[in-house]
Nanobody, 124 residues
């Protein structure tokens, strides 16, 4: 069993940065792949970034490549999403998700555990 809690969201201006954190409970979290997704009202959950259990591989949506960086600290049971050069279109609720075998990291249906989400709002 894994429980996930996101934090770090907020209201920022275009061009600013934010770092989201996903803190996990559970001794085996270091064996889980993790993804960050985002969602706006009326739209399907959208893949943002993913990272393998070791941190050895990362994956990004084209819309955030070069601006966002996913990383993890397994000693702290935490995964981070560093978001730079934020744009108004990045506004969404951001969720982290975890699964031992995500397979296709960009498919939200592959994840078993989800956090409650954190709101990110980017003003122009």
């Amino acid at each position: 069993q894994v429980q996930l809690v996101e934090s770090g969201g907020g209201l920022v201006q275009a061009g600013d940065s934010l770092r989201l954190s996903c803190a996990a409970s559970g001794r085996t979290f270091s064996t889980y792949g993790v993804g960050w997704f985002r969602q706006t009202p009326g739209k399907e959950r959208e893949f943002v970034a993913g990272i393998t259990w070791s941190g050895g591989r990362t994956y990004y949506a084209e819309s955030v490549k070069g601006r966002f960086t996913i990383s993890r600290d397994n000693a702290k049971n935490t995964v981070y999403l560093q978001m730079n050069s934020l744009k108004p279109e990045d506004t969404a609720v951001y969720y982290c998700a975890a699964d031992q075998f995500p397979g296709n990291y960009n498919n939200y249906r592959m994840y078993h555990y989800w956090g409650q989400g954190t709101q990110v709002t980017v003003s122009s």
